[in-house]
């Protein structure tokens, strides 16, 4: 019995050391040799100042900027809240949020479908990205709060559409932090 005893706390001492200290600073350490970027959030930084991260989304508001989609985390893409709102198709309150979202929308184009993605949150509530047609639906708001011309903002969405994964995973999406960042770069709010 005692054998058995001191075998299990052996075992148990040398598994949590091994997988429990070891293992992780290995990985670690492999992916911040390997996958830098991607292991430390792959974050954007502007003149030496952290303006966020390629996958974590964050609000924009005012004309002159493309806006996220709404996020369900907290105040607005809190990443300690990360999840979706979890209301059900019948939701009155997500109802309710999507049809005060849409009117608001509507009001700049009556005559145009809002793209789902600008209404909706995604499962995690902090998705970076919008769909090209979230973007065009935008870029008429954008270009006049920025003074450029529609075509000159559309190919700032055309160089920030990312396309499909290896050609075939996932559809093609535009981040709009990256976007916005651009846009900041033809024209700079002190120069509007």
Not at 139 to 154: F, I, M, Q, T
């Amino acid at each position: 019995m005692r054998r058995n005893v001191i075998t299990a706390i052996l075992y148990t001492a040398v598994t949590t050391v091994l997988f429990g200290l070891i293992y992780p600073l290995v990985i670690t350490g492999l992916a911040q040799v390997f996958f830098k970027d991607q292991a430390n959030g792959q974050l954007i930084y502007q003149g030496g100042q952290l303006v966020g991260s390629r996958i974590i989304g964050q609000g924009f508001t005012g004309d002159d900027y493309f806006h996220s989609r709404p996020s369900a985390a907290g105040a607005g893409y809190d990443a300690a809240n990360s999840s979706g709102s979890n209301y059900g198709p019948t939701s009155k309150k997500l109802v309710d949020r999507v049809s005060s979202d849409v009117a608001a929308f509507k009001r700049d184009h009556p005559d145009r479908d809002v793209p789902i993605d600008l209404v909706t949150s995604s499962g995690s509530g902090l998705d970076p990205d919008i769909t090209p047609a979230g973007a065009e639906f935008q870029v008429a708001r954008v270009a006049r709060g920025r003074h450029l011309s529609e075509d000159k903002v559309r190919q700032l969405v055309a160089k920030n559409t990312l396309g499909r994964q290896f050609g075939l995973l996932g559809e093609p999406r535009v981040n709009v932090l990256q976007l916005n960042l651009d846009l900041d770069r033809v024209a700079p709010v002190a120069t509007r």
